[in-house]
């Protein structure tokens, strides 16, 4: 976790059920999308959520890798305020890029080439993926 001290009950103590981090309609979705874009995409996977905006040291790297799948900035502390305000919340990652220490360099630009390449991709999947929610 992030150590980001976010919650929408600034006033009160209210301890959120969060077992699952995500809406399982909105995973399904997602991953319906993906299949009607043509994209494919991991179903599933173990995302940890850290302190940004900056690239992770090689040894974090390292360490994250033997317990997530995924490492970012913000879908941490987005899913525990959607989980407060009820809303059915899921997530696409995009990897921008492989990390310093598994065998990639990183750097600012190289990220936004990546999202440039990859972000029609998303929109796509989550067009998608709106069409296959519950009403």
Request: no cysteine; charged share 20%.
């Amino acid at each position: 976790m992030s150590g980001r001290n976010l919650t929408l009950f600034d006033h009160e103590v209210v301890h959120t059920p969060f077992g699952e981090a995500f809406s399982k309609a909105a995973h399904e979705a997602i991953i319906a999308g993906a299949g009607k874009a043509g994209v494919s995409i991991v179903p599933s996977g173990v995302y940890i959520g850290v302190n940004g905006p900056r690239f992770e040291t090689p040894h974090e790297v390292r360490m994250l890798a033997r317990i997530a799948d995924v490492v970012g900035m913000t879908a941490a502390t987005e899913a525990i305020a959607m989980k407060e305000a009820g809303v059915q919340y899921g997530l696409l990652a995009i990897v921008t890029n492989l990390a310093e220490g598994l065998g990639g360099k990183v750097d600012h630009g190289l990220v936004g080439d990546a999202m440039s390449n990859l972000g029609p991709k998303a929109v796509a999947v989550l067009k998608a993926a709106v069409e296959e929610l519950p009403r």
